[in-house]
């Protein structure tokens, strides 16, 4: 069961990564608005439908992923182009295979294994232990109903499942990885010398139509983007968090609730010596066990460095006599009543007198207490106030979203009414492109910017629906100017045009120089060249001033015979490689071939997998609408 869960933790941090930004981001303000049609159908597979809404969450979420990935300066038109929703559209179909293909075989994600899941989540623990408070909590934030969310995670587990049952079965010779890690490690010696295009720019030339020529058939590097001033409105938590009152009692009512549970966390060590009494002995016995308690407790506080050694000769707990009496760490709670009491009651070094409890006679000794005092409340007041009005600034933000969002839409001439409901005002942009560029980051969103240049806001003049830019912060807007796409005039961009292609004749003349000069050096010829100093290189270093391709053209290179010699063109110029010799490597470290080890198997595990979901393919019958990935809709 441990294995089981350890490998599926990644399954619940994939799904507390997508709904842990926007609380709107599947089916909150979005799913208010006009839109096209959820009931669409994207796919078959074996009979099965992939309808529209399912496709629109899962674009939506690549969409967000890869713009964390770019930080938020990808242009959103890239993010939403037919090869990206074929490529959406091919992956939840892979999905769907592997989901069929795991109920033939009756394999699930069963109740238990979902409880384990989510109880080892750290975002659902309070204390060490889940907080189904904190869960629903969770859910209401993200606007999500359990049913969905856990039907969610019982998904991804299945799939993990399958993946593992192909991924994780490889096995790897031990000549196999010997001989990769040779070939890995294994230093090349080379020296690079570049012939630069500045140097031929003197015999570079360019025909006198060249220009105009060239400027009639790329005109789209030449069309000045098009742009749009807008005018806009913001509902925010920040905002409303600035008018938020907190009752004082309610501020301290929360210290001492927290202060409780540090204190209820507080943990002890103590060591203690047992004299184990039945229940049901006689009062003579029950006397006995307490004389010869109190003879020990004498020995003890004579003798306090002496306790473990007379634990381990008198006290009748086997499980921690052998320790000198040491029963670790525990918190208040976790021994019965009699000890718990006494020994919460002492300091670091007390011996306590015999305590009676349900097991026999005790003699205690405190030997620690864990640092779990809380902060004072002064100290605290600040940063729970803060909390506080955090929280009534998340319900109100929660009570107004759908109001303001109808609003913009019911009211679509004009953002007036809605700068009233939130208090704000109706701000108003500089000049901004499709693909971003406004001062105010948060109109470089994406899905704004998608809404800020449809049909919608520039040819209707309506306002946008309310979009989450940023988490807990809603914008609606709406359309001031306009200015379309214009291409600039030949004579404009001539001179640029004219360089450009001096330039490119002046790159293409070095490139014809430096094949020349290799064809010369593998003949064995001598060419004037001035090689750069030597460098080691092999799969793993990392050089700073080598290009790329000419450190993946170093290690492809046949070094059979040497001096080898190779050619590469890179935007700096014609790069000419020269291998003078080889370095064995020394034997591969451990941790080193554990981790290629480790790299080669998910490598063949990823093959497997692929070659598995072609197999399915071959038998499965699938068909896919490529009318509804072909353009772009209105979600």
């Known amino acids: 069961m441990y294995d089981f869960i350890y490998r599926h933790k990644r399954a619940l941090q994939i799904m507390l990564a997508l709904v842990v930004v926007p609380p709107f981001a599947f089916f909150g303000v979005d799913s208010y608005m006009r839109g096209g049609d959820s009931s669409a159908t994207i796919a078959t597979v074996n009979g099965q ?378 701000q108003q942009s500089d000049w901004i492109r499709r693909n971003g560029g406004a001062n105010d980051a948060r109109l470089n969103n994406p899905k704004l910017l998608q809404a800020i240049f449809s049909d919608e806001v520039l040819k209707n003049k309506r306002n946008t629906e309310a979009i989450e830019v940023t988490p807990g912060t809603l914008v609606s807007a709406r359309l001031l100017e306009h200015k379309p796409a214009v291409v600039k005039p030949f004579d404009q961009v001539q001179v640029e045009i004219v360089g450009k292609l001096m330039r490119q004749r002046a790159t293409q003349l070095a490139s014809q120089e430096g094949r020349a000069a290799l064809e010369k050096l593998r003949q064995g010829q001598t060419v004037a060249v001035t090689w750069g100093a030597s460098q080691l290189v092999n799969f793993s270093s990392q050089i700073k001033d080598l290009n790329d391709d000419v450190r993946r053209q170093i290690l492809r290179m046949d070094v059979s015979k040497l001096p080898a010699y190779a050619g590469v063109e890179t935007p700096e110029g014609y790069t000419l490689i020269r291998i003078t010799r080889t370095v064995d490597p020394a034997k591969l470290e451990p941790e080193k071939e554990k981790n290629l080890v480790a790299a080669m198997e998910q490598a063949m595990g990823q093959e497997q997998n692929a070659a598995y979901l072609a197999s399915l393919k071959q038998k499965a019958d699938i068909k896919i609408s490529t009318d509804s990935l072909s353009e772009k809709k209105e979600k």
């Open 49 to 426: 439908i992939i309808g529209q809404q399912e496709f629109n969450v899962a674009l939506r979420e690549r969409q967000e992923m890869l713009q964390n990935l770019g930080g938020g300066k990808i242009d959103p038109a890239m993010l939403d182009n037919p090869e990206m929703r074929f490529s959406i559209a091919e992956s939840l179909v892979n999905q769907q295979l592997l989901l069929q293909q795991a109920s033939r075989v009756h394999m699930v994600a069963t109740d238990q294994q979902l409880q384990t899941l989510l109880g080892q989540a750290s975002a659902f623990q309070e204390n060490g232990k889940f907080s189904m408070e904190l869960y629903e909590q969770f859910l209401r934030t993200r606007n999500k109903k359990a049913a969905d969310f856990e039907r969610g995670l019982r998904r991804d587990m299945v799939l993990r499942q399958v993946n593992d049952a192909y991924g994780e079965s490889n096995f790897l010779p031990k000549t196999v990885v010997q001989r990769l890690s040779r070939l890995m490690e294994t230093q090349r010696e080379a020296s690079t010398y570049t012939l630069l295009p500045g140097t031929f720019e003197s015999k570079a030339s360019v025909d006198g139509n060249a220009a105009k020529k060239y400027y009639d058939s790329r005109q789209d590097e030449f069309r000045t983007p098009e742009q749009v001033r807008i005018e806009y409105v913001t509902l925010s938590i920040d905002a409303l968090l600035a008018h938020q009152k907190v009752d004082p009692e309610a501020v301290k009512k929360t210290f001492d609730e927290q202060a409780t549970r540090v204190q209820m966390q507080e943990q002890r060590q103590a060591s203690h010596i047992l004299l184990a009494v039945d229940g049901k002995a006689s009062k003579e016995e029950k006397q006995k066990a307490r004389v010869k308690a109190e003879e020990l407790l004498k020995q003890v506080k004579a003798k306090p460095a002496a306790f473990a050694d007379i634990a381990k000769a008198n006290s009748q707990d086997p499980g921690s006599a052998v320790n000198g009496g040491d029963l670790g760490l525990f918190k208040r709670g976790d021994m019965v009543k009699p000890f718990s009491d006494a020994a919460f009651g002492m300091k670091v070094g007390d011996i306590s007198d015999v305590v009676e409890s349900e097991f026999g006679l005790h003699i205690i000794k405190l030997t620690g207490i864990s640092d779990t005092k809380p902060p004072s409340f002064d100290a605290m007041r600040g940063q729970i106030e803060t909390n506080l009005k955090r929280n009534l600034a998340n319900k109100e933000f929660a009570a107004m979203a759908e109001q303001f969002n109808n609003m913009v839409f019911e009211q679509s001439e004009s953002l007036k009414s809605a700068a009233e409901f939130t208090k704000t005002t109706v």
